[in-house]
Every structure is written in C-alpha cells, then in structure tokens.
C-alpha cells in the first residue's frame, strides 16, 4: 500500500458528460503527478504539482482537461464533454524528496 | 510518445527460473525505474537507477544500466508465481520526474 488513494475506483459515463476524478497523496508528497494509461501501453504523462502549483502539463491534455491541487494536498482531474477517446485508466502519484513515485490504484474511466 | 521499449514483451517461464527484460530508451537521462503492475491494479516501484550508476540490487532484482548503449536491464532471480505480472522500465531525462513509460513486459510465471 503507497498511501495513495484514488476515487473513484471506476466510471462510466456517456459521451458528452463531464467526469472529475480525486487523488489524495500521503502529506509528505509535495510533488503530485497524474498519467493516463490505455490497454497494453505503458501509462502516459499529463501534468504535474509541485505543491499548489501546476508546473508542467502534456500536449495531450487537451482544452477538456483540466487539472487542480488547490491547498497542496489532494488533486482533481476534470475531464469535460468527455469523448470515447478518453477511456483509459487515470493514474496519480506522489513523490516527496527523493525520485520514487508512489502511485494510486487508478481510477478507471470508461466513456460509452 | 513512449521513451522506453521493453524486449521482450511477453516472458513465460517456471516458477524457480530467472528472468529477463530489456529496456532502451531514446535520450539521455538522469535515472531510470522499474515498476510492476498487476492487471487493472496501480504500478508498484520496484527499483530506481542513477544515470551515474552500473548496477543495483533488491532482493531478488538485479538491474543494470548501460547509459553507452542507452538500455537497462531487469532480472528477476528464482521467480515465483506472485511475479506474474508486467514490468514497465520509465526513464527521468530531466530530473524533474516526468517518466516516460514503455509499453511493458508481461511476464507469466508457472507454478
């Protein structure tokens, strides 16, 4: 157990709607990063915290991304007029002072 | 895009085998990872390597790291059934964190 939890654990939603995700890190990750993985790939970066704020973000998070670490501690993943594209499994992690990241179970998106 | 590629991608061997996987990668780096992940479940850090460093151990891992050929190497030694998983080798290039993943071994270990 890394001390990482995600919720929620699954999602379906239909085409079009809007999916937010959370990610709690343990108190000592102040650096948080979130990475989409689809079926048979290797999980894919999209943006990253350093404490509150967004330091980094991947092309591949479109418009319809958007990502929050408002106090530091947890994050949101916002996914809006989602797309059947967007299905994957969503994954965070936190990493404190040394290079390890430390990830979540994921949160699975399926988009019909 | 992905920066590592595992070889092979798919291993099966007996439990009590040693196995191995290979890692390139594209551009240098400043330390490379290995992670296990069990299907649908989060990765698990298994051993990490600095762009200064030949070879680490964990346990029943040994990983190598050749930053001339620009490729690192995972053996699992005496293997059991619970390693049935896939290893995915992630490369810093940066120091920063981003990882850049591979597409992962899957290795099947058979009772």
């Known amino acids: 157990d890394t001390g990482v939890s995600q919720n929620p654990r699954h999602k379906i939603t239909k085409r079009g709607q809007n999916v937010t995700f959370r990610c709690d890190p343990i108190?000592?990750?102040?650096?948080l990063y979130w990475y989409r993985q689809t079926l048979g790939q290797g999980p894919e970066f999209l943006t990253y915290?350093?404490?509150?704020?967004?330091?980094?973000k991947s092309r591949l998070l479109s418009d319809r991304f958007s990502a929050e670490r408002p106090k530091g501690s947890f994050s949101t993943l916002e996914i809006q007029r989602t797309e059947q594209g967007d299905s994957a499994m969503y994954l965070c992690?936190?990493?404190?002072?040394?290079?390890?990241?430390?990830f979540g179970p994921g949160t699975r998106l399926t988009v019909l | 895009s992905q920066q590592g590629e595992e070889d092979p991608q798919a291993l099966s061997i007996q439990e009590g085998e040693n196995a191995t996987m290979n890692c390139s990668y594209k551009?240098?780096?400043?330390?490379l990872q290995w992670y296990r992940q069990n299907s649908g479940r989060g990765l698990v850090h298994l051993i990490l390597?600095?762009?200064?460093?030949r070879e680490k151990h964990s346990g029943r891992l040994r990983v190598t790291l050749d930053t001339s050929k620009k490729s690192s190497s995972l053996l699992i030694t005496a293997s059991r059934a619970a390693d049935t998983a896939s290893y995915f080798c992630?490369?810093?290039?940066?120091?920063?964190?981003?990882?850049?993943f591979g597409k992962g071994n899957q290795v099947v270990v058979i009772p």
């Open positions: 992690a936190g990493a404190g002072d040394t290079d390890t990241q430390y």
């Open positions: 108190s000592e990750h102040n650096r």
């Open positions: 915290f350093q404490n509150e704020a967004q330091l980094e």
């Open positions: 551009t240098s780096i400043n330390n």
């Open positions: 390597i600095r762009s200064n460093e």
């Open positions: 992630a490369t810093d290039a940066d120091g920063n964190n981003r990882l850049a």
